[in-house]
């Protein structure tokens, strides 16, 4: 379902991306942002696809599935509970398995060693959940930081690009007036040998002039 609001709480949109398993978050995940690879879209964590899932359909403004492509995706905005390491929807109680009629406590639906197994494995494994959501932050960190450096280094390669056609803009046109310096300056003094010749030729021939009159 849709809600037609501009803004969706975390929790309104993350009681509905909880009911979703792990293989329906992962192609949410993978179709609507381009931050994570499949690669390691694959390796997440239940916990980590829901705080990242419900980020990208409260971005959608959408409680439902999320089908568009979400450009300015920030897992850093992302909420992580590790509670979200259960579906919700599946998961049941002894009381809940005991109370639904089927079965008895000798042979219940999902049998009583695997609900114990299941609890103790949750509560072995809540030092390990905390130590991957420290890591899953830790990696986001490093990702941010990492996209800061790029952009300064783009900045920087762009900063540096533009300098370097600033200067040879500069010494293309300082070479261009020294060419243009030199072109008059070769003018007028062929245009100075010209005349001083035309003028020695003049008296020249005057002075021959003279010569024969005498």
């Known amino acids: 379902m849709t809600d037609n609001k501009d803004e969706l709480s975390d929790e309104v949109v993350r009681k509905m991306v909880v009911k979703d398993s792990v293989s329906r978050l992962q192609q949410e995940l993978s179709r609507c942002q381009s931050v994570y690879s499949e690669k390691e879209i694959g390796e997440m964590t239940r916990y980590q696809l ?28 992302a ?8 579906n919700k929807e599946r998961s049941q109680s002894l009381s809940e398995v005991a109370d639904s009629g089927v079965g008895s406590l000798d042979m219940p639906r999902f049998g009583i060693s695997q609900l114990m197994s299941h609890s103790l494995a949750s509560t072995r494994d809540d030092v390990a959940v905390k130590l991957e959501l420290m890591q899953f932050q830790m990696k986001l960190d490093r ?12 900045i920087r390669d762009d900063r540096e690009r533009k300098d370097k056609i600033d200067r040879e803009d500069r010494e293309r046109i300082r070479k261009e007036e020294m060419d243009e310096r030199e072109r008059v300056r070769k ?16 008296k020249e021939k005057k002075e021959e002039e003279d010569r024969e009159m005498k």
């Open 143 to 154: 990702d941010e930081k990492e996209r800061v450096r790029v952009e300064k280094e783009r």
């Open 50 to 77: 829901v705080g990242l899932v419900t980020l990208l359909r409260q971005m959608n403004h959408s409680t439902s599935s999320c089908k568009n492509k979400i450009s300015d995706f920030n897992p850093k905005n």
């Open 79 to 86: 909420t992580f509970f590790e509670d979200d390491n259960v």
């Open 187 to 202: 003018e007028e003094k062929d245009y100075k040998d010209r005349v001083r010749k035309e003028e020695k030729a003049d």
